[in-house]
Structures are given as C-alpha cells and as structure tokens.
C-alpha cells in the first residue's frame, strides 16, 4: 500500500510540477548589432602620496583621460584621440605614454567582444603604440572585425 501511494504521490508531483507555458509565447528579439558604440580610456598610476594604513602600500590611482572618437561602423574601424586633461597630476603628466593605457568600450546590445591574435584584454593595461583587432560577435552570431587604435596626443 504505501508503494502505491508513493507512486502516485510521485505522478502527482511530475503533473503539477510540469508547466503549460509552452504555447502563445511571445517571441523574444534577437539582437543584431555587432558596433563599437563609446570608447573609455584611463591611465593608472601609483600615487606615492598616500599610503594605505593597514598594507602599508601606496594607493593605484585611475584617471580618466579625455578621448574624441571616429567610429567607422562599416569598415569596422575605431580611431581614438586621447588628451590629458587640464586636472592631471602634474607629478605624473612626463610619466604617460601609449604603452600604458586601459582602453574600454560599450558595444552592442547582447554583443561579445574578444580579442584577436595577441591584443590585450579590453579594461587591463597594455601598449596601444600599435593598432589592436578585436571580434565582435552580435546575438544572431553575426560576428565583425574590428581595428581600435589610440593617438595619445600629449
């Protein structure tokens, strides 16, 4: 007897558990896009300044340096100019070079961006002296090459 209440008990939880929402759902957008749509460039630095009261370590500082974009969504291309703003530490500004850049972008929505070859991860620092290839791929899996370099102008 209690086999037969534990088998029933069993179909009873898998119909109740089951679901009906298979049935007029709406169909959902499938994203497209493959674009760089903003770029964002920082320079990091150590600030011997100020000193971390428990490590003992000097404090890495961000700044955010000022960038003019040219996108080229057709040819897949992405052309920063980079300037040091007029609030940049004295004490650091001879110390700045492309070689030391964090470069970030936005693209598009439900887009992934990976590097190709040996260019750096986007956000770590790394030498934009040189041009860098990324693919995008969009949520269709249409997927875009694209060439971001930097012009540090000084």
Request: glycine letters at 4%; proline letters at 4%.
């Amino acid at each position: 007897m209690k086999t037969i209440k534990y088998i029933l008990s069993i179909i009873s939880m898998a119909l109740l558990c089951s679901s009906c929402l298979e049935s007029n759902l709406k169909e959902l957008d499938v994203f497209k896009g493959s674009d760089i749509t903003s770029t964002f460039v920082y320079y990091r630095y150590i600030d011997e300044s100020y000193t971390h009261v428990l490590s003992g370590a000097n404090a890495v500082k961000q700044v955010t340096l000022t960038v003019s974009n040219a996108i080229d969504n057709e040819n897949g291309t992405c052309d920063i100019t980079v300037t040091i703003p007029s609030n940049f530490p004295a004490s650091e500004r001879a110390n700045i070079s492309a070689g030391q850049l964090v470069v970030a972008v936005s693209i598009s929505t439900a887009a992934i961006i990976s590097p190709i070859g040996d260019s750096p991860k986007l956000g770590t620092p790394a030498d934009w002296s040189v041009p860098h290839k990324y693919m995008i791929e969009a949520a269709d899996k249409s997927r875009k090459e694209w060439t971001i370099s930097v012009n540090l102008v000084q």
